[in-house]
């Protein structure tokens, strides 16, 4: 059974921030999106890293997965597995298209239940960043932290396929993450007439469109 998604529940119960970082190889940009979900501290850990389940709500994954080993998701990114505090944090980089940025993940306890947080941290890319801003990658960030929600609330079901993101609730979905990316990239100082425009042409890319001119 395929179960849909609660999308316009999703869309508020995450938060997303923007802020910077200095690195040794100068300034980056850090993301971070952080969801609280209704599961222990070991189930949230288990689902994010245990090779069997991950596929269930984001992709195929394969290689060493363990500290110092790498890591392949399938048609997406790369890395090697920097450090891991098992049930509570591991780092790792995130290799995809000739760029090398760090992702944190982190699980804690709170009264609800168990709440994630993951920092994606790249260097600035000011060509990027203007085209597509924040939800480049946060609106994928997104989609993962929706498979997971779904995931988690009926371990047994089939995901979505693909074409989700192109239809009448994902392209809904697409939407409000890259508008609400956009909302947090205002708050980090962005004029509100980028911000938007860049929203459009993330929206775009995901759905398919030809992108907003």
């Given at each position: 059974?395929?179960?849909?998604p609660d999308?316009?529940?999703?869309?508020?119960?995450?938060?997303?921030?923007?802020?910077?970082?200095?690195?040794?190889?100068?300034?980056?940009r850090?993301?971070?999106?952080?969801?609280t979900y209704?599961?222990?501290?070991?189930?949230?850990?288990d689902?994010?890293?245990?090779?069997?389940?991950?596929?269930?709500?984001?992709?195929p994954?394969?290689?060493?997965l363990?500290?110092?080993g790498h890591?392949q998701?399938?048609?997406n990114?790369?890395?090697?597995?920097?450090t891991?505090?098992?049930p509570?944090?591991?780092?790792?980089?995130?290799?995809?298209?000739?760029?090398?940025?760090w992702?944190?993940?982190?699980?804690?306890?709170?009264?609800?239940?168990a709440r994630?947080?993951?920092?994606?941290?790249?260097?600035?890319n000011?060509?990027w960043?203007?085209?597509?801003?924040?939800?480049?990658?946060?609106?994928?960030?997104?989609?993962?932290?929706?498979?997971?929600?779904?995931?988690?609330?009926?371990?047994?079901?089939?995901?979505?396929?693909?074409?989700?993101?192109?239809?009448?609730?994902g392209?809904a979905?697409?939407?409000?993450?890259?508008?609400?990316?956009?909302e947090a990239?205002?708050?980090a100082g962005?004029?509100?007439?980028?911000?938007?425009?860049a929203?459009?042409?993330?929206?775009?890319?995901?759905?398919?469109d030809?992108?907003?001119?």
């Open positions: 059974m395929t179960m849909q999308t316009a529940r999703q869309i508020d119960t995450v938060e997303r921030r923007l802020g910077t970082r200095t690195l040794e190889g100068g300034e980056a850090v993301a971070t999106i952080e969801q209704d599961t222990t501290v070991d189930d949230l850990w689902a994010l890293t245990n090779p069997e389940r991950i596929p269930r709500w984001f992709l994954v394969s290689g060493d363990r500290t110092g890591y998701l399938e048609g990114a790369n890395g090697t597995i920097q891991c505090e098992p509570h944090v591991f780092t790792a980089t995130w290799e995809f298209g000739g760029e090398v940025s992702i944190e993940v982190r699980v804690e306890p709170v009264p609800e239940g994630l947080a993951l920092e994606h941290t790249a260097h600035v000011d060509e960043w203007d085209q597509y801003g924040p939800g480049a990658t946060g609106v994928g960030w997104d989609l993962a932290l929706l498979g997971l929600a779904t995931h988690l609330a009926a371990p047994d079901a089939e995901k979505p396929d693909e074409s989700w993101i192109t239809q009448g609730p392209r979905f697409a939407t409000a993450s890259s508008d609400r990316w956009a990239s205002i708050a962005t004029p509100e007439d980028q911000a938007r425009a929203a459009g042409r993330t929206t775009a890319f995901y759905t398919g030809d992108a907003p001119a």
